[in-house]
């Protein structure tokens, strides 16, 4: 084959290699991009229901305490918005109570690992609950928010006068997950790119 037709072929294949790589390393970074931006608005969304059972759950003990009454019976009158209604105006006369009085640790726990589950989050987690002087009421274990990408939401928003205690979340191992789960596209795209330069180099060798 003729010399300059072997080098014009063999830029022409090296342009479209380089092009190819190009656009596989822009995909691989838009998808990471989309898989942190759900991420993020999976774990907001999260937040803001974990405050909503908090609520749920405090609203359903007053209840079954007044009413002498059942869990049951307690969810019966949650479904209807009164007597949200009627806590908060309640509320005006009352001062609130810490919120170590309010919502348990185990309590805390349990409905954060259930919506978390509800909602395809299955990452480790850790949270402390924060009071409005930024003191911690308490916290899981291995808490250290230095640092970290944290997740904040306020507890009993509702409240005619609300203390701002604020429950706080971060995941240790965010952003290794969130890679590994993309590890499959990665690898998918690393193997047709090694595949097509093998291709490449055995033209190039047997002209």
């Given at each position: 084959?003729?010399?300059?037709?072997?080098?014009?072929?063999?830029?022409?294949?090296?342009?479209?290699?380089?092009?190819?790589?190009?656009?596989?390393?822009?995909?691989?970074?838009?998808?990471?991009?989309?898989?942190?931006?759900?991420?993020?608005?999976?774990?907001?969304?999260?937040?803001?229901?974990?405050?909503?059972?908090?609520?749920?759950?405090?609203?359903?003990?007053v209840i079954v305490k007044k009413m002498d009454g059942s869990p049951d019976t307690a969810d019966l009158w949650l479904r209807n918005r009164r007597v949200f209604v009627d806590r908060v105006i309640a509320g005006m006369f009352n001062v609130q109570a810490d919120i170590e009085k309010?919502?348990?640790?185990?309590?805390?726990?349990?409905?954060?690992?259930?919506?978390?589950?509800?909602?395809?989050?299955?990452?480790?987690?850790?949270?402390?609950?924060?009071?409005?002087?930024?003191?911690?009421?308490?916290?899981?274990?291995?808490?250290?928010?230095?640092?970290?990408?944290?997740?904040?939401?306020?507890?009993?928003?509702?409240?005619?006068?609300?203390?701002?205690?604020?429950?706080?979340?971060?995941?240790?191992?965010?952003?290794?997950?969130?890679?590994?789960?993309?590890?499959?596209?990665?690898?998918?795209?690393?193997?047709?790119?090694?595949?097509?330069?093998?291709?490449?180099?055995?033209?190039?060798?047997?002209?």
């Amino acid at each position: 084959m003729n010399r300059r037709l072997i080098w014009f072929v063999t830029i022409f294949i090296g342009l479209a290699m380089a092009s190819l790589v190009l656009v596989q390393a822009y995909w691989i970074r838009n998808a990471i991009q989309v898989k942190f931006q759900q991420f993020e608005q999976l774990v907001t969304r999260s937040m803001i229901d974990i405050s909503m059972k908090v609520e749920h759950l405090e609203a359903s003990k007053v209840i079954v305490k007044k009413m002498d009454g059942s869990p049951d019976t307690a969810d019966l009158w949650l479904r209807n918005r009164r007597v949200f209604v009627d806590r908060v105006i309640a509320g005006m006369f009352n001062v609130q109570a810490d919120i170590e009085k309010r919502i348990t640790a185990e309590d805390l726990e349990g409905i954060i690992t259930e919506v978390f589950d509800e909602s395809g989050v299955d990452f480790p987690y850790e949270y402390a609950v924060i009071r409005w002087n930024n003191q911690i009421a308490y916290s899981s274990k291995n808490f250290n928010g230095i640092g970290k990408d944290l997740y904040q939401v306020q507890l009993f928003p509702n409240d005619k006068y609300p203390n701002s205690n604020n429950l706080v979340i971060y995941f240790p191992d965010k952003k290794s997950f969130l890679f590994k789960s993309l590890s499959y596209f990665t690898l998918s795209s690393l193997i047709l790119t090694l595949v097509i330069t093998a291709s490449f180099a055995h033209t190039v060798f047997i002209m």
